[in-house]
Every structure is written in structure tokens, then in C-alpha cells.
């Protein structure tokens, strides 16, 4: 039981619109990598776990554990598919840290992994908005996109957050993403390309959104104890938290902070025996510009409002206290829904490895993702460490 | 398409008294009102009470977007204002806000809920009729709330 449970490989595909390849080509390919950063064989894998929003919307296949276990030619071991929406893949690790916890698994392959560019940009757009709550949201044209732009209405009248702010997070993510080989967008966006890009859901503008995207990201996890066997380079999963709200936007006291962000990452740095100042590393759900300056609000990089002021001064930039989105974030990696969560944390990895090459985080030893589910009704939050 | 037709039936059937009525629940226990109506008061859980509670439809517009890219069903209304109304009651849903220029809704405005076509199942699916809102007017002789803390 008291066994901590270790990250010994990391593998993510380029995220992209990927045309010739199908979910489970992709989810394969980041899987094969991750078991060949860790340098296990197949036998040693005795479960695996699957992160994905809808593949049955979105390609016509549900199943996926088993399809997953089939592909990779690893016989009878058994398979959980997990689904939260956005924060399916962060509940994919969370499934697979509590399972190896618990003593029934020693190690298992975690994939986060979603198709998207097969259906029309509007059924896309209709499929994601079942993360909120679809029957008295998206049924009355409460499009996904809008419920977001009703977070950034309500934080710039009640806070003054500018439309420069809501540009920032864009800007900085995709300077990021130019030093990650695996993002969609590998090119810098300026300020006035975002300010100026169309409407989507007033105030928020395509630029602020994150795309549609096909991608898989994998892990290696297994017991602290069996990981020297494979690596000298572990990186411990110190804390795993997971906290739900309405699913209705609709029905929060307040939509400028997500009351499940606040709770889940308070309970995760408890757990680690942390506190945020110790955190040298960040990635969080910036599926729109407004959730990364309300998440670097409720995580406590800022007070609450101050979201955009903190982008402002750089705070949360490569070299800024916090840096956060080191991997170009959702906005520019791209956000294939299932494998957002994992692909976090193969990035917070890398950093704790001292492997993210030009994006790389002087001497980072501690780090932590937030992914979201829908309009923040779930949270999970890891912290990890070397 | 008779399918299609047949699947939004039940859909829309099954909720016509909230969609049409504005009708929710009260928790007799603890006073609150819900809207959707809520299978348990999430605050008094099984000491809760709930009893069935038409709204009056009157409310303040708390937040909106102003819709420039929708699926198909809404792309023919684009583009439209959607708003979380705060109900006088207490309970605040997700609606369109119409017969106003987009560039005139704020929030606090004072709104109050019409009838009116949602969507369409589909192409030659079953038509969706239920809930928008709109400006309150002085002559409809409805109280002038002031938009307060909002």
C-alpha cells in the first residue's frame, strides 16, 4: 500500500491532423515509445489503461481497451478505457497510479489518445460540447466555445482582464510549442494576429481556442521498487487528486474560478507535502485563453483576477517563476481530447528529466498538471518529482 | 429521416414542461429553487422535499457570448446571443437572448422569457420550440428590478 508509483517512460506521436493514420495507428505509435523509453518487453506489462473522450462519435469505435491490447500484440492482460471528458487522460494516469497503489498492478501502459479530424469541424464542435452539461446547455446553442466566452465576459467585467490578456497565454504557448518537435502549431503567433483573428463566441476569438487535433501520448508506470530495475531516472508521482462541480457552468456560484481546480490542487500539494512555491513547472488546461488565466488564478501563481496581470509581467514564461504550458500548452502542442492529460505529463517529465531541450526548465525537480473536464466539473491534478 | 424524427420525439416530449413552461423544482426544505428540476436537493439531500415550481420568468442577464461559429443545427441564427439569465427566483439557466441588437445586451439587463423555435432535428426531423429571452419593456407593466449586484 505504501508503495509510491513511478513514471520510467514517456512517448507522444506529432500532433497534428493526421490524415493517414487512425486512432489506432496513433495510439500505437506513442504507446511502442514509451515502451521503448523504458526498455521493457511486453512481458513485463500486466494492465494497461486507456484515456478517450468519444472515440464512438468521433471515429465509430468504442472498446478501445481491448482494441488496444490487441494491437500491441499483448495478449490477455486486462484493459480499462476511462473517460472524463477532456480530463479523460489525467484520469487515465490517475486510474493506473491507483491501481498500482492498491497492489494489483505492478506495471502498466497508460494511452491518452483521441481522432478528431475524421468528422466535419461541426459535428467536432457538437461532440465536445457534450462535456458540459448537453440537455440545458448545447441544446439551447450554449455552444462549448460560448460557455468559455461566458468565463471571460464575466472575469473582464469583474476583474478589468483586457483583450490583451485573453491574447497572452496564446502568444507565449506558441513561442513555447516552436521549441517542441511534437506540436501541432511550431510557430510564434504575435499579439495583434490573436487581437485581430475572427469571433467565435464574442468575446473569445478563434486564436484563443485550442484546435481539433489528432494525437496519442503514453507512459511506462510501475511500483518505485521495480523501477531501478529499468532506469536510473524515475520520476515519482508524488500526488494524484481528483475533484468534480455541476456540470452546468450554469449552476456555479461563480464561473470566474473553478471551485474543483482550487480543491484539487490544494489537496494534491498537501499530499506531496508541498507548496506551490516549491513547484518549478506547470502545465495547465488552456483549452481556451480565459482557462489558463483562471487556472493560473486558482492554482495561486496569482490572486484571483490578477490572471492576466502575471501573464503580463512574464511570471509564468520560461525563465518567470512559474512557467507554465512549457510544451505550447493545448493552444499549440494541440488538444486531441483524450490524450491531453497524459500528453502533460509526458512533458512535465521531460522537464524533470532534464529533456525538453531549447523549452527546458533550469534544474526543475518538482512539477504539476491540471486537466479539466468540460467547463472545470472535473479537476485532476498531479504532482510530480525526481 | 423518420427516424431522426422519432428520436428527437421522446427527447423533447419528455422535458416539454421546463422547455415550455419554465417549470422546476423547490426544495421545500431549504427553500431553494432549481432549474432544471433537480432529482435530489444537492444542499438537504434526502431531507429535502422537492414539489414541482413554474418560474415566473423574469431575470438579469449575468453573462453572455455573442455566437459566430455553430454546429449546424444553430448555423442559420448566427450570428446569436446566448446568456446565462439569473432567475428573480434564484435559479440562473442557459438561454438565447432575442429581439435586441446584439450590441445592446449587457449584463444586468432585465429580461423576461418568450416562446419561441429552437432547432430542427435535423434536416425533416421534429422542430424544437421552447425558451428565449427578451428585453422586459415599461409598457408590458413588469417590475423594473434593479439590476443590482450583478
Known amino acids: 500500500m505504501n508503495n509510491r508509483v513511478a513514471i520510467i517512460g514517456v512517448g507522444i506521436n506529432k500532433f497534428g491532423e493526421l490524415w493517414d493514420k487512425n486512432l489506432m495507428d496513433i495510439a500505437y505509435e506513442a504507446g511502442m515509445y514509451a515502451i521503448w523509453d523504458a526498455g521493457i518487453s511486453g512481458a513485463d506489462i500486466d494492465g494497461m489503461v486507456i484515456g478517450n473522450m468519444s472515440a464512438g462519435r468521433f471515429t465509430g469505435q468504442e472498446h478501445l481497451g481491448a482494441l488496444a491490447v490487441d494491437m500491441a500484440g499483448l495478449g490477455d492482460i486486462p484493459a480499462y478505457s476511462v473517460e472524463a471528458a477532456c480530463a479523460s487522460g489525467g484520469a487515465a494516469v490517475r486510474q493506473a497510479y491507483m491501481a498500482i497503489k492498491s497492489g494489483e498492478h505492478d506495471l502498466m501502459v497508460v494511452l491518452g489518445c483521441e481522432k478528431m479530424s475524421d468528422v466535419s469541424q461541426s459535428e467536432a464542435m457538437n461532440t465536445i460540447s457534450v462535456a458540459s452539461d448537453w440537455e440545458w446547455e448545447g441544446t439551447f446553442g450554449g455552444t462549448f466555445p460560448a460557455l468559455y466566452a461566458f468565463m471571460a465576459r464575466r472575469h473582464m467585467h469583474d476583474y478589468g482582464t483586457t483583450e490583451e490578456h485573453l491574447a497572452l497565454p496564446v502568444v507565449k504557448n506558441h513561442a513555447n510549442a516552436a521549441h517542441n518537435p511534437f506540436a501541432q502549431f511550431q510557430s510564434p503567433v504575435p499579439l495583434d494576429v490573436v487581437m485581430s483573428s475572427a469571433m467565435l463566441a464574442e468575446p473569445l476569438r478563434v486564436l484563443h481556442s ?62 506531496a ?95 504539476l498538471a491540471v486537466n479539466i473536464g468540460g467547463t472545470g466539473a472535473t479537476s485532476i491534478v498531479h504532482v510530480l518529482g525526481r | 429521416m423518420i427516424e431522426m424524427a422519432e428520436r428527437g420525439v421522446a427527447q423533447v416530449w419528455r422535458r416539454i414542461k421546463s422547455i415550455y413552461k419554465l417549470q422546476g423544482n423547490k426544495c421545500e426544505t431549504c427553500g431553494t429553487h432549481y432549474f432544471p428540476p433537480r432529482l435530489v436537493c444537492p444542499q438537504c439531500r434526502r431531507k429535502g422535499k422537492l414539489e414541482p415550481f413554474t418560474f415566473k420568468g423574469l431575470g438579469t442577464i449575468y453573462t453572455f457570448a455573442v455566437v459566430h461559429q455553430a454546429p449546424e443545427d444553430f448555423k442559420r441564427q448566427m450570428p446569436y446571443v446566448i446568456a446565462q439569465v439569473d432567475l428573480d427566483e434564484g435559479a440562473r439557466l442557459t438561454a438565447q437572448i432575442v429581439n435586441v441588437d446584439k450590441e445592446d445586451v449587457k449584463i444586468g439587463m432585465r429580461v423576461r422569457v418568450c416562446f419561441r423555435r429552437i432547432k430542427e432535428f435535423g434536416p425533416g426531423g421534429i422542430i424544437v420550440y421552447g425558451y428565449k429571452f427578451e428585453p422586459t419593456m415599461r409598457v408590458t407593466g413588469h417590475e423594473e428590478k434593479a439590476a443590482t449586484t450583478n
Request: charged share 30%; net charge negative.
Open chain 1, 210 to 271: 485550442s484546435p481539433v487535433t489528432d494525437g496519442a501520448a503514453g507512459l511506462v508506470v510501475c511500483r518505485e521498487d521495480l523501477a531501478k530495475k529499468y532506469t536510473d531516472t524515475p520520476v515519482i508521482i508524488e500526488a494524484s487528486d481528483q475533484r468534480s462541480d455541476t456540470l452546468a457552468l450554469h449552476d456555479r456560484k461563480s464561473i470566474t474560478t473553478m471551485s474543483s481546480v482550487v480543491t484539487s490542487t490544494r489537496c494534491a500539494l498537501k499530499q
Open chain 1, 273 to 367: 507535502n508541498l507548496e506551490l512555491k516549491d513547484i518549478d513547472v506547470l502545465e495547465l488546461h488552456d483549452s481556451f485563453s480565459i482557462g489558463e488565466i483562471i487556472l493560473t488564478e486558482d492554482v495561486g501563481i496569482a490572486k484571483k483576477g490578477e490572471g492576466g496581470k502575471a501573464l503580463e509581467e512574464g511570471i509564468t514564461e520560461i525563465g518567470g517563476k512559474f512557467p507554465v504550458n512549457t510544451s505550447g500548452g493545448l493552444k499549440a502542442r494541440g488538444h486531441p481530447v483524450g490524450a491531453t492529460g497524459v500528453a502533460q505529463i509526458v512533458e512535465l517529465v521531460l522537464q524533470l528529466r532534464g529533456d525538453a531541450d531549447k523549452r527546458q526548465v533550469d534544474g526543475a525537480e518538482k512539477a
